[in-house]
């Protein structure tokens, strides 16, 4: 498949600079997706990550299906699979009083702390932004959550997954078609990884500013917040008059049968119109007074439109297709199936796939999208495998707190660590 492997390393084009987040030191109780992405792209870029969960059934994320088993036969879901590389993990119960002691002994020891719990859940375990900076003044200390951590939210208490926010962010009822209702969760974790990103963006802001001031800050992303931002036309448009895509009329955006698939296609400024009645061998619409306006394509999209642009695709590939709109500057692409995004020669070359290992015995390795910031002095990889659980707590714990085994044991009896 052209895939990058764990432990393989792609070179730099230009001198290898090292990785920029090389140093940057991040402790996250963490689970599911929104900061577990935010981290591993954090680790990407060269932080040392060390990731805390429960000693005895883990984050989340690891009980998401579909899943493998790990070496120990636990189950390992596809959630945390695809969140977690570059990461070491620590078991430990934060419930435990120990366990949080143990939790704010190691915050010194990084450059960024941070949790995705549901909003006021850090504070009541006592390892909030409060009770670390008293033991680690510069800290940069990220939340993640649903509404955010600002008690004026009539939402704050509640729970959310990213399907939650992308409802209410509005992007569901601007898609919605006349007679349908609207669809949930049309593009995957939108609303978990656009928190996740503001988030990063947030740390690296806010680590820059200590550079300067020597002061550290406390991010606060609500990930409804980061889905408006994404989904920005929904209050913009709202703004001016338009509360829907239908009543936007912004030209065509839609999907058309070719002879074995769908392709999608973008046209929304008259020369492209030109250029699209061109291609399909109908000059005629450039003519036609019911197309004379971006309104009127979607009015007779499914009566005149359609019909002559699927008439004309319907003995082409849906590449075929696409081929000859991007030969006159038409914005097209084919609407891929899973096998065919896996085998994507553009991802291939862009090494945007990783391979990693199953270790159950079934043949053929779980793949996980590669890191799309794309350095030229930086070298991509080698990706470690996420972790198993609590795999890496007695190495973290020796090293960072000198704990000794008759210590460490003691508090594996206990239930602390695991």
């Known amino acids: ?213 020597g002061r550290g800050q406390y991010i606060d992303i609500a990930m409804l917040d980061a889905t408006v931002a994404m989904t920005d036309i929904v209050t913009n448009f709202f703004s001016m008059g338009i509360g829907s895509e239908v009543e936007a009329g912004v030209g065509i955006v839609e999907t058309f049968a070719a002879k074995d698939g769908h392709f999608v296609l973008q046209v929304v400024r008259e020369h492209h119109f030109a250029k699209l009645a061109e291609v399909v061998g109908h000059p005629e619409w450039l003519t036609d007074e019911r197309l ?26 849906p590449l075929e297709a696409v081929e000859a709109f991007a030969a006159e500057g038409v914005a097209a692409g084919p609407s891929q199936t899973s096998a065919d995004i896996v085998g994507d020669e553009h991802l291939a070359v862009r090494n945007m796939l990783v391979e990693v290992p199953r270790p159950d015995g079934v043949d053929g390795p779980v793949l996980v999208p590669g890191n799309p910031v794309k350095l030229s002095a930086t070298a991509e990889g080698p990706e470690t495998r996420p972790p198993w659980l609590g795999e890496h707590t007695d190495g973290v714990l020796a090293e960072e707190l000198g704990l000794e085994q008759d210590e460490l044991a003691a508090l594996r009896a206990d239930g602390v660590i695991g």
């Open 292 to 317: 004379a306006h971006r309104s009127g394509w979607l009015t007779h999209l499914d009566d005149v439109l359609r019909p002559g642009i699927e008439g004309w695709a319907a003995d082409l590939t």
């Open 1 to 213: 498949t052209g895939t990058m492997r764990i432990g393989e390393t792609v070179p730099p084009t230009e001198p290898d600079a090292g990785r920029p987040l090389e140093g940057v030191r991040v402790l996250a109780a963490e689970q599911m997706a929104a900061l577990p992405f935010a981290t591993q792209l954090l680790g990407r870029l060269g932080a040392d990550v060390v990731k805390i969960e429960h000693p005895t059934h883990g984050e989340s994320g690891r009980g998401a299906t579909p899943g493998v088993t790990d070496p120990d036969g636990r189950h390992v879901g596809a959630t945390f699979l695809r969140n977690n590389l570059n990461k070491r993990s620590v078991g430990l119960d934060l419930k435990a009083p120990e366990g949080r002691d143990l939790f704010l002994r190691l915050a010194p020891g990084f450059d960024v702390v941070c949790e995705n719990f549901r909003a006021g859940t850090a504070d009541r375990l006592g390892i909030g932004y409060d009770a670390v900076r008293a033991v680690h003044p510069g800290v940069v200390y990220l939340s993640v959550s649903g509404f955010g951590n600002d008690p004026a939210s009539p939402y704050m208490d509640w729970a959310a997954y990213a399907a939650i926010v992308e409802g209410m962010s509005g992007i569901y009822e601007y898609k919605r078609a006349p007679g349908r209702p609207p669809t949930a969760n049309p593009v995957g974790a939108l609303g978990d990884i656009s928190s996740a990103l503001f988030g990063v963006v947030g740390v690296l802001a806010a680590l820059r500013q200590r550079d300067h001031t």
